[in-house]
């Protein structure tokens, strides 16, 4: 079975820092695909990218950066120059291409604070 | 465009009740999924519909089931009500089946609470 781990549950940074939330997965499949995702407190769920097993290109998306590294089963999140409303916490992702339970598995998210 | 739309956004039960919850995907989306939240569990997927069809399971006994109907809206029902139950229940849709083939978009979810 596949498995995501964050292991930071929880960040605190002061406005402008840079910080990086580590993503670690676990599958046998060669076919997956890697998602991250927003969660303010309001509740609901804000998709931020989808990467697929075979793009391992980084991706840059204003301040949001993304590292997929197959060689390490990484797929790390940059936010440069953090602002307050960075504030949420942040979900990695997995899912397998082929058939059976084609649900998303999620990490455990990574609180992520930013103190102005 | 609208997102998704999830009622009723809080809910609270006793055990032993059942409670029925709605999701409404965004227009043009067939493809609604359920997740449950907890602090102890995270993230659990639940179930997929399609079609008005179920395609895929999560880990979850019988008392937890659903249903979509031909407009794409979905209904969740839980049975029998259990303390655990107790969590953030989110509804994400898509245009195609699967989290594998098109990125899922997630509603704002129902807190239930069971007392």
């Known amino acids: 079975a596949q498995k995501v781990t964050q292991a930071q549950t929880e960040i605190s940074v002061v406005e402008k820092e840079d910080v990086t939330l580590d993503c670690v997965y676990e599958t046998r499949d060669t076919t997956y695909y890697l998602f991250w995702y927003k969660q303010p407190p309001s509740g609901e769920l804000v998709f931020l990218i989808r990467?697929?097993?075979?793009?391992?290109q980084n991706e840059i998306s204003g301040r949001y950066s993304w590292n997929f590294q197959k060689s390490t089963s990484s797929f790390n999140f940059t936010i440069t120059a953090s602002q307050v409303v960075d504030s949420a916490v942040y979900f990695c992702?997995?899912?397998?291409?082929?058939?059976?339970?084609?649900?998303?598995?999620f990490g455990k998210g990574t609180h992520l604070i930013i103190q102005p | 465009k609208a997102g998704v739309t999830q009622t009723p956004r809080y809910l609270i039960k006793t055990r032993g009740q059942q409670v029925t919850l709605s999701c409404s995907p965004i227009?043009?989306?067939?493809?609604v999924s359920w997740y449950q939240q907890t602090p102890g569990q995270g993230l659990q997927f639940l179930f997929e519909y399609f079609s008005e069809t179920q395609r895929n399971k999560g880990n979850f006994p019988g008392r937890f089931s659903g249903r979509q109907f031909s407009n794409s809206r979905s209904e969740m029902n839980v049975s029998t009500l259990e303390l655990g139950d107790s969590a953030l229940y989110l509804c994400?849709?898509?245009?195609?089946?699967?989290?594998?083939?098109?990125?899922?978009?997630f509603g704002p979810g129902t807190r239930l609470t069971v007392l």
């Open positions: 994400a849709s898509s245009l195609k089946a699967g989290a594998v083939t098109d990125t899922q978009y």
């Open positions: 992702a997995l899912t397998l291409s082929g058939g059976g339970a084609d649900g998303l598995t």
């Open positions: 990467r697929n097993s075979f793009d391992e």
């Open positions: 227009s043009g989306h067939r493809s």
